[in-house]
């Protein structure tokens, strides 16, 4: 369980215990279940991590809702768009190794996360990651319930594939973009969980020149030398 788990959960403990010393049985029961939810809200399970270098995986828990075409600072693309129900684990992790590049956080709307507008006009933390293979785009935005976006990483700050770096409070949605040459791997309607769903796959590196040269080379057939008299 993420720390934010106990700053909200043991207050409520504290105040059904109280409810129960007084006799208020009722209402201790139900503070018992508020609780009880929010530990349950704030749980972080542990994931297995893809060992695939070139594999991108999904940076939280939900549903996919959007796949398109997009281009992000005039640079074609594809944008993922993730949406989390109240009952998904809300932690969000690096979809790729690399380093941050940026960290914006706009201030906006708090619409429903399910509507395609929450995108570009709900408040929402725009991080960049440069990664080996290319530059992405995660973007952590609040929606009607989740009103308050919280990143654990700070800019230039390195990550792995699968790190946890920030919680999206009471659900909402999160927002990938790729460059063009990645491959997606998912589909509108599929369920996905943080750190361990492949959302997408890197190109394979290119060789170099020289390399593919030698290999050419290496394939062409040795001629025989003729026997001497």
């Not at 010393?21 to 201790?28: A, K, L, N």
Request: hydrophobic fraction near 45%.
């Amino acid at each position: 369980m993420v720390r934010e788990g106990y700053y909200f959960g043991i207050p409520v403990l504290v105040l059904a215990a109280v409810a129960m010393g007084f006799g208020w049985t009722s209402v201790g029961v139900v503070l018992l279940a508020l609780a009880a939810f929010i530990f349950y809200f704030f749980r972080d399970p542990e994931r297995r991590i893809p060992a695939d270098s070139r594999a991108i995986v999904s940076p939280a828990d939900g549903r996919v809702v959007v796949v398109k075409d997009e281009e992000h600072d005039g640079r074609p693309g594809k944008r993922l768009s993730i949406f989390l129900a109240i009952w998904n684990v809300h932690v969000n992790r690096a979809s790729a190794a690399g380093t941050i590049s940026r960290l914006d956080y706009r201030q906006g709307k708090f619409l429903a996360a399910m509507r395609e507008r929450a995108s570009l006009e709900n408040e929402q933390n725009v991080i960049g990651l440069s990664t080996d293979a290319g530059e992405m785009v995660l973007k952590q935005i609040a929606g009607w319930i989740a009103r308050r976006v919280v990143c654990w990483k700070k800019l230039g700050e390195s990550v792995a594939r699968g790190e946890r770096i920030g919680l999206i409070r009471f659900g909402s949605r999160v927002d990938v973009w790729l460059p063009r040459e990645a491959e997606i791997l998912v589909t509108v309607g599929e369920s996905v969980r943080g750190g361990s769903s492949v959302l997408a796959r890197w190109p394979a590196p290119r060789r170099n020149a020289s390399a593919e040269d030698m290999d050419s080379r290496q394939a062409q057939p040795v001629k025989s030398a003729g026997r001497r008299r």
